[in-house]
Each structure stands twice: as C-alpha cells, then as structure tokens.
C-alpha cells in the first residue's frame, strides 16, 4: 500500500502486528487478533482502537450556534458548554450529507467529528453554509490523533493514568484534562454500545498515551482492536454506519434517527420534508433483521420482503456476541413488521430472515 496516510500511531500498531489495509485513504488496521476475540475484548472487559483518521472542523463565532442549528436536525442550543450531541449535517432535501458528534467547547466555539471520508466534503459545506454568517470555519483534524478507549472497564483504566474524574463524566460529557501527561479532551461517547470513552489529543502525544492505556489494563486483558470488530460492535448496536445505512438518499426518520429532530427549535434545513414524513409517514424504513436460514447478508446484497425485491442489505455480518447473523436494510414502511419474514438473495439463493427488534445488543445499565 502506496500512498497512504497514516495516523500517528502507525508505527505502534506495526509493531503489534496489526493487518493493515487501506480505509478511505488512510492505512488502518483491521484486527490485531481475530475480529471476533476483540469484540469479544470490548463487550467483557475494554477494548483500544486508533481512531486518529477521522476528521475535526471547529466553528467559531457569534454566529457559530446559528449556523449549527440551520444545518443539523438537533437542537444545539441545548448543549451547555462540556456537552456533546450525536447529530447530522443535512441536505436541503433532509438527506445526509455526514453523521456528526457536536462538541460544544465554549459558547461560541464548537467542535465537530465527522467520518473520514466525508472530512473534505463536509468541511467544504459547512463553510459555503458559513459565508454571510460571523463564523469561522477550520479543517482542525490535523491537530488531532483520536483514541476510542471501550469497554465495561474503560473507565477503571482511564482512572488510572488521569486526574480527571473519570466518574463523574455523565454520558454525552466531556472534560479537558491530562492523560499520561497530554492535554486532552474526554469525551464520554461511542461507537460500540459498550460504554467508553473518546480521548482527543495531540497527535505528538498519540503513541505514549496509546502505550499507557495498554499496560495500564494489561491486567484485565484490555485489546488493542481494529476496524473489523468496530464494525461488528456498532451493527450489534444499530449504530448505523455513513456510506452504509445513512447516506445522500434517506432521511433520519426513514433511518430510524427520529430522536435527533427537533421540531420545536424552528426551521432548519429540510424541516419541511421532515415535517411532512412525521405527519403523512414514512414510505420505507430501517429494519433489522436475523438470517434464520444458513448465510451471512452483506452489504448490497437484495432484500426480499413478501416475496418482492424491496432493497438490498445495507450492513450485514455474523454478531460474535449473539452468536447470530444479523443485519440492516431497508424495507417498504407498511412491511417493516417485527415478526415479518423476509429474504436474502445469497449467491442467487433465497436464505430466510425475520424482522427483530433493534438494537440486537444493548449493554446493562
């Protein structure tokens, strides 16, 4: 692999002996063990991954919540400053342009994460959106290197190498605080329906705290984890994935997102469309589904659904946890029944599936 960017902590996933592989121009690793011990890692004991690839755009400015609350469907004024929010940067039609956690840093300074693929394009859209507003826009994410520490023990073992009150961070907080002797931003967020915590920090910085983080749960058997068990964690979740289950072509209430809309905050962008999705409904939706017939659904295979071609699987895996073979696609609204069997078309064969409540994993309080 030619041409790659690399995250900070390359060298020191190389020496793990991480399989590398080339993720939207970034070279990542895969998995260090197998995927399914390190899903397993992550929902007993912790799990660490680099994370450093995806993108950071600050907003600044007296302007900068204006701006936040015409291009996302959630209500950023809500945040308190060391509050976050799961939202979307949407397009005037109420389709994605990127899923986003908003970091409110100060009141007139925000912080967005968005995926790595869609860093330039976001970056230039919410600038263009910007542009008779008093707010600034940057392209921050090379200040970054992006740490996803996860885990029932997550927190004991962040405990151990910060000052920070690690318990007192209530989920959807975030503190700025030393880890290991970096300044960095905690974040109490996720990706894999364990609970965990985000560490942004220096990219300089990256590879000691990567190492502390390690030794410090060496003794509870905390794994180093790559993109394969990230992705079976978060499907295990519902956690829907951009490019995947969320793109330009559906809206977050087709996508089963309802709860990041708020009506009541005014106008925004493609609040009108979703306004008339909430009072006529939706015409399809996100289902989750089990194979209770032999095979795995992937991604783009076609979707049956009363005997109709109704889609096609847009995540689909074997779940290590549930010890299942799960997955999401999309399904006319007047058939996305629990209980309502569907089909995959698998290498031209028909394998039966039913319809299930989601999310297939949710983790104990």
Same mark, same amino acid.
């Given at each position: 692999?030619?041409?790659?960017?690399?995250?900070?902590?390359?060298?020191?996933?190389?020496r793990?002996?991480?399989?590398?592989v080339?993720?939207?121009?970034?070279?990542?690793?895969?998995?260090?063990?197998?995927v399914?011990?390190?899903?397993?890692?992550?929902?007993?004991?912790?799990?660490?991954?680099?994370?450093?690839?995806?993108?950071?755009?600050?907003?600044?400015?007296?302007?900068?919540?204006?701006?936040?609350?015409?291009l996302?469907?959630n209500?950023?004024?809500?945040?308190?400053?060391?509050?976050?929010?799961?939202?979307?940067?949407?397009?005037?039609?109420?389709?994605f342009?990127?899923?986003?956690?908003?970091?409110?840093?100060?009141?007139?300074r925000?912080?967005?994460?968005?995926?790595?693929?869609n860093?330039?394009?976001?970056?230039?859209?919410?600038?263009?959106?910007?542009?008779?507003?008093?707010?600034?826009?940057?392209?921050?994410?090379?200040?970054?290197?992006?740490?996803?520490?996860?885990?029932?023990?997550?927190?004991a073992?962040?405990?151990?190498?910060?000052?920070a009150?690690?318990?007192?961070?209530?989920?959807?907080?975030?503190?700025?605080?030393?880890?290991?002797? /970096?300044? @960095?931003?905690?974040s =109490?967020? +996720?990706?894999?329906? %364990?609970?965990?915590?985000?560490?942004?920090l220096? &990219? *300089?910085?990256?590879?000691t705290?990567w190492?502390?983080?390690?030794?410090?749960?060496?003794?509870?058997?905390?794994?180093?984890?790559?993109l394969?068990a990230?992705?079976?964690?978060?499907?295990?979740?519902?956690?829907?994935?951009?490019?995947?289950d969320?793109?330009?072509?559906?809206?977050p209430?087709?996508?089963?997102?309802?709860?990041?809309?708020?009506?009541?905050?005014?106008?925004?962008?493609?609040?009108a469309?979703?306004?008339e999705?909430h009072e006529?409904?939706?015409?399809?939706?996100?289902?989750?589904?089990?194979?209770?017939?032999?095979?795995?659904?992937?991604?783009?295979?076609?979707?049956?659904?009363?005997?109709?071609?109704?889609?096609?699987?847009?995540?689909?895996?074997?779940?290590?946890?549930?010890?299942?073979?799960i997955?999401?696609?999309? /399904?006319? @609204?007047?058939s996305? =029944?629990? +209980?309502?069997?569907? %089909?995959?078309?698998?290498?031209?064969?028909?394998? &039966? *599936?039913?319809?299930?409540?989601?999310?297939?994993y949710?983790?104990?309080?």
């Open positions: 692999m030619t041409g790659l960017r690399k995250t900070p902590l390359n060298d020191a996933i190389r793990l002996g991480a399989r590398l080339d993720f939207a121009g970034w070279e990542m690793p895969v998995q260090f063990q197998s399914i011990e390190e899903h397993l890692a992550v929902r007993a004991r912790a799990g660490l991954f680099d994370v450093s690839h995806m993108g950071e755009i600050e907003i600044t400015g007296t302007e900068a919540l204006a701006l936040l609350q015409h996302t469907p209500d950023v004024a809500s945040l308190a400053p060391g509050q976050a929010q799961y939202s979307a940067l949407l397009t005037p039609q109420a389709t342009v990127d899923d986003v956690l908003i970091y409110r840093l100060e009141p007139e925000f912080l967005l994460c968005v995926n790595s693929s860093t330039a394009k976001d970056f230039s859209y919410v600038r263009a959106s910007a542009a008779r507003l008093r707010a600034d826009v940057a392209d921050v994410s090379d200040a970054y290197a992006q740490l996803a520490l996860q885990g029932p023990l997550a927190g073992i962040l405990a151990r190498v910060t000052g009150e690690v318990g007192a961070i209530r989920s959807y907080h975030f503190v700025e605080a030393e880890v290991a002797g /970096a300044r @960095a931003i905690l =109490r967020t +996720g990706y894999t329906g %364990e609970d965990g915590f985000e560490i942004y220096p &990219p *300089g910085r990256a590879e705290v190492n502390v983080l390690l030794e410090a749960g060496k003794g509870e058997g905390i794994a180093p984890c790559g394969g990230r992705d079976t964690l978060r499907l295990e979740a519902r956690l829907p994935l951009y490019g995947n969320i793109d330009e072509t559906v809206t209430l087709e996508a089963g997102l309802g709860f990041m809309v708020k009506f009541a905050k005014g106008e925004f962008l493609g609040s469309i979703l306004r999705q006529r409904g939706v015409t399809k939706r996100l289902i989750g589904f089990e194979m209770t017939g032999r095979g795995i659904a992937r991604h783009g295979y076609p979707l049956r659904v009363e005997g109709r071609e109704s889609g096609s699987v847009t995540s689909g895996s074997y779940a290590p946890f549930l010890k299942k073979n997955g999401l696609g999309y /399904a006319p @609204a007047g996305a =029944r629990i +209980g309502q069997r569907i %089909e995959v078309v698998i290498r031209d064969a028909a394998v &039966p *599936g039913i319809i299930v409540k989601t999310p297939f949710k983790r104990r309080a």
